[in-house]
């Protein structure tokens, strides 16, 4: 009988290869007119790119996920990050708010792709 952790193991390096060929695929999409769209309408009807880009974002998270934190009910949002531990809050990014909903979205969108051509 195998061990578990082998099993897991095998499941992290398949998924190490995916992603670093979705990486790759991806990097080239990363344009100036990329980022204009998503600017424009962090909600909208995005072109191809965009979407492909927006769905490597939302599939992968290394160091936990960004969230948007609505710290005056329809006046002020705040950017966390989940934890990696089940039941522990998510923290704070930095200090700084938003005056919108869609500022605060195209922030993490940034935040984002910088974290993915750092890889």
């Not at 790119?49 to 710290?71: E, Q």
């Not at 002020?76 to 704070?92: L, N």
Request: hydrophobic share 35%; with cysteine; charged share 35%.
């Amino acid at each position: 009988m195998r061990e578990t952790s082998v099993i897991s193991d095998r499941g992290e390096v398949a998924f190490q290869r995916w992603y670093g060929r979705m990486l790759e695929a991806i990097r080239p999409l990363h344009t100036k007119e990329i980022i204009a769209e998503h600017e424009r309408d962090p909600l909208g009807n995005h072109s191809d790119g965009l979407k492909r880009v927006l769905n490597l974002i939302r599939r992968t998270a290394p160091n936990g996920k960004y969230l948007l934190v609505c710290t005056r009910p329809f006046e002020e949002w705040r950017i966390a990050r989940t934890s990696k531990v089940r039941g522990q809050a998510p923290t704070f990014v930095d200090e700084r708010s938003f005056d919108s909903e869609a500022k605060a979205m195209h922030a993490i969108f940034l935040m984002r792709i910088e974290e993915l051509n750092r890889r």
